[in-house]
């Protein structure tokens, strides 16, 4: 079993789950705005899948999806982090930064907040050498943020997104990468 890594930035912790984050998470995967760019809205039951498999990824890896609690207030407020991305496509596998908070937060510099500590765990504390990020090409508001952190968007990289059907609006993806020698300078 691996030390599993939590993190803390000046407005959050990133926590491992607990498991009354259940409720929130399902409000969260339920809410259309926040879903606007995945293919289907959640269940209850997606949800603590979802959960498992990220409670699982930190027990094999020791870093994961964090859940977002606000430390002023103690509320769940999404989920950011890294994982391991295995799909069929030529840049796996790699690891992953991901990020989907509660829609009456967004715009506070809180995804970035949060990302920048995913990153920084990335490259200096596991020692990555990349990290990847993608997102459907249609995802602007995910896209600005990768933008924000310095990641980097190569053309030849995007891809058709392979668990969605040929012609779904959704299936045309845009892969960004950012290495830890650009990460580095990006910060001197
Ligand atoms: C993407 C998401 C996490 C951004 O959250 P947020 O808290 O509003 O982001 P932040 O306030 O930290 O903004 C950071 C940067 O992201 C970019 N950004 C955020 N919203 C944006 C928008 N609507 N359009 C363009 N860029 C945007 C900006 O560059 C911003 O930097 P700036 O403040 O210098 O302008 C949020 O919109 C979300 O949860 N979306 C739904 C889930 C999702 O689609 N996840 C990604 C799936 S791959």
Redo the contacts with the bound molecule.
């Keep these: 079993m691996q030390e599993r890594i939590a993190l803390e930035t000046p407005r959050l912790h990133l926590r491992t789950w607990h498991d009354a984050d259940l409720d929130p998470l399902e409000r969260m995967c339920a809410d259309p705005q926040?879903m606007r760019?995945f293919p289907e809205l959640l269940s209850r039951d997606e949800c603590a899948a979802l959960m498992a498999r990220c409670r699982l990824h930190f027990a094999h890896h020791g870093f994961g999806f964090w859940a977002l609690e606000r430390k002023d207030d103690g509320r769940f407020i999404?989920m950011a982090g890294l994982a391991w991305c295995k799909l069929p496509l030529p840049f796996c596998p790699a690891v992953e930064i991901?990020?989907?908070?509660v829609a009456d937060?967004?715009?506070?510099?809180?995804?970035?907040?949060a990302a920048d500590a995913a990153l920084t765990c990335a490259f200096e504390r596991l020692q990555l050498a990349e990290v990847v990020a993608?997102?459907a090409q249609l995802?602007?508001?995910?896209r600005?943020?990768m933008?924000?952190l310095g990641m980097q968007h190569e053309p030849r990289d995007d891809f058709e997104h392979p668990a969605l059907a040929e012609g779904h609006p959704l299936r045309p993806h845009v892969l960004y990468r950012l290495r830890r020698a650009d990460w580095a300078d990006g910060r001197s």
């Excluded at 967004?106 to 907040?113: F, I, R, S, T």
């Excluded at 995802?139 to 995910?142: D, I, L, V, Y």
């Design positions: 926040v760019y999404g991901g990020w989907r908070l937060q967004w715009g506070q510099g809180l995804a970035k907040e993608f997102t995802n602007e508001p995910s600005g943020l933008e924000a």
